[in-house]
């Protein structure tokens, strides 16, 4: 790893916090309290510090990848509905330079077509999609091996 002092970011976006409540045919049962200590634990196993941060807001989002070019090593981000709508994120994934990773717990070209185009589709290293909560455990181990091979 670069550098062992900097964490991964796992970012999530609006309405993430509702899993496990919300739509649960389409999003699984697990809640996002259980995602992230299920990434916490595979991040400890891998030898990454990780920090996880949510929010509804798109500023709020946007400040923390902007945030996350000075204290962090890379992103696994699942942007939620702003995947498909904000360039303003699309702009702070650019402007960071870090390795992002792509995730979403459904896969979202079996859904409505308003969900099928990413906006980060072509600037992240890659997408992981479709694999419930296991879609973060995979581009968590992704994104790690990205940043282990620098």
């Not at 991964?8 to 976006?13: M, P, Q, S």
């Not at 945030?67 to 995947?83: D, H, K, M, R, W």
């Not at 709508?85 to 459904?106: G, K, N, Q």
């Not at 980060?120 to 968590?140: N, P």
Request: glycine share 10%.
């Amino acid at each position: 790893m670069s550098d062992e002092s900097k964490a991964i970011l796992v970012l999530h976006g609006p309405n993430l916090n509702m899993l496990g409540t919300r739509e649960p045919e389409i999003y699984g049962a697990t809640t996002l309290a259980e995602i992230d200590a299920k990434l916490q634990e595979l991040a400890a196993e891998l030898g990454w510090p990780l920090e996880a941060f949510q929010s509804n807001g798109e500023g709020e989002l946007v400040s923390r990848i902007q945030q996350a070019a000075e204290s962090n090593s890379g992103v696994l981000i699942n942007p939620g509905a702003y995947t498909h709508t904000s360039v303003a994120i699309r702009d702070a994934v650019i402007a960071c330079r870090l390795p992002a990773v792509e995730v979403h717990l459904s896969n979202i070209h079996q859904r409505e077509e308003f969900r099928r185009r990413s906006l980060l589709a072509d600037i992240v290293v890659g997408q992981i999609i479709g694999f419930g909560a296991d879609s973060y455990l995979l581009g968590l181990r992704a994104l790690a091996g990205v940043l282990a091979a620098g």
